[in-house]
């Protein structure tokens, strides 16, 4: 990244190690509360620009520039996701976060992070699942900006309070409704609720897939499964929500059936979890999230929108 203090100014910079130094926890809270690793590069960017658009003085002056970052971020992205709406209007078919591969995730034997500067990589946990990112954008930008930064980040209620614009009291009353909103969303837990368990899940899920077999598929998914998919208007997909287990069960047995043997489905960490991509001609096209109740698979997110396949294609 080029900072401000790179180009025709030969101010030496005291704090630059420490200042780059908060980049990725910069696009940790960005991503969590954009669900869009473009974008998050682009808060960090635009934060970097506004440190550096300072003087001196005015840096040294702040005592605690992480915390200065962090702040500036928080509110970026604040205004960013209360403009989001608007722009989602426009959006062609179903909006789903960017999906992340792990930076372990192997893909048919290759790293799923690819180039991804280390800097830029998101910690995965439970705050980045398909689902949990999914519930996050279901709340008001101010709930979410509050929830992530308080029980994700362990912000103090007072800090979260200059971020959000909002009393300390306000804040609590945001976050304590965003947890009420994922409790509700929470899958119940089960025999397959594990890593592994889920894992041999979705390996089930591919084998029946690969086979075109209904019923196998039926089996695996709940009676009353959803399937998402985005494709942004650049890729074709279906452009409304797939409703009931043997609905998408047929559906996704078509799309087996149409694409052949041109597609080769492989496992892989998405978000953290278990997950599938779908590989044509040597590239990536589709990557499938998976939210599991149980022993069996309630949600399907697939992500076909180019653009967001931008971090499993980089090499």
């Known amino acids: 990244m080029t900072t401000g203090a790179g180009s025709g100014d030969d101010r030496s910079d005291p704090n630059l190690s420490a200042i780059m130094s908060e980049r990725r926890r910069l696009i940790n809270l960005a991503y969590r509360l954009l669900g869009s690793l473009a974008d998050a590069e682009d808060v960090v960017q635009e934060t970097y620009a506004r440190w550096y658009a300072m003087s001196v003085p005015e840096q040294q002056a702040i005592a605690s520039p992480g915390a200065w970052l962090m702040t500036v971020a928080g509110r970026i992205c604040l205004n960013l996701l209360g403009s989001a709406r608007a722009r989602r209007e426009s959006y062609v078919g179903e909006w789903i976060p960017e999906p992340l591969p792990g930076p372990a995730a192997s893909v048919d034997g290759r790293s799923g992070a690819g180039g991804i500067d280390p800097a830029d990589r998101v910690t995965l946990d439970e705050s980045v699942t398909m689902a949990f990112l ?5 709340m008001t930008p101010a709930e979410r900006v509050a929830f992530v930064l308080h029980d994700v980040f362990r912000y103090p209620f007072g800090e979260v ?20 909103r994922i409790r509700t969303a929470q899958s119940p837990q089960g025999p397959g609720a594990g890593r592994a368990g889920r894992a041999g899940i979705v390996r089930q899920f591919k084998t029946a897939w690969e086979a075109k077999d209904i019923d196998a598929l039926i089996s ?5 499964a959803t399937a998402t998919a985005d494709g942004g208007g650049l890729a074709v997909t279906h452009l409304h929500p ?16 149409v694409s052949g043997d041109r597609t080769t489905f492989l496992e892989c960490s998405v978000n953290g979890l278990p997950g599938l991509v779908a590989r044509q001609d040597g590239s990536i096209v589709t990557v499938f999230a998976f939210e599991i109740a149980g022993d069996r698979i309630r949600h399907i997110w697939a992500v076909r ?7 499993w294609r980089s090499s």
């Open 134 to 138: 999914v519930v996050l954008d279901s």
């Open 305 to 311: 929108n180019p653009e967001k396949l931008r971090p």
């Open 242 to 257: 797939i409703v009931g287990g043997e609905q998408i069960a047929r559906a996704y047995a078509e799309i087996a059936r």
């Open 161 to 180: 309070a200059e971020i959000v614009g909002r009393t300390p009291a306000a804040c609590r009353q945001l976050a304590s409704s965003a947890r009420r």
């Open 220 to 224: 695996l998914l709940d009676p009353d």
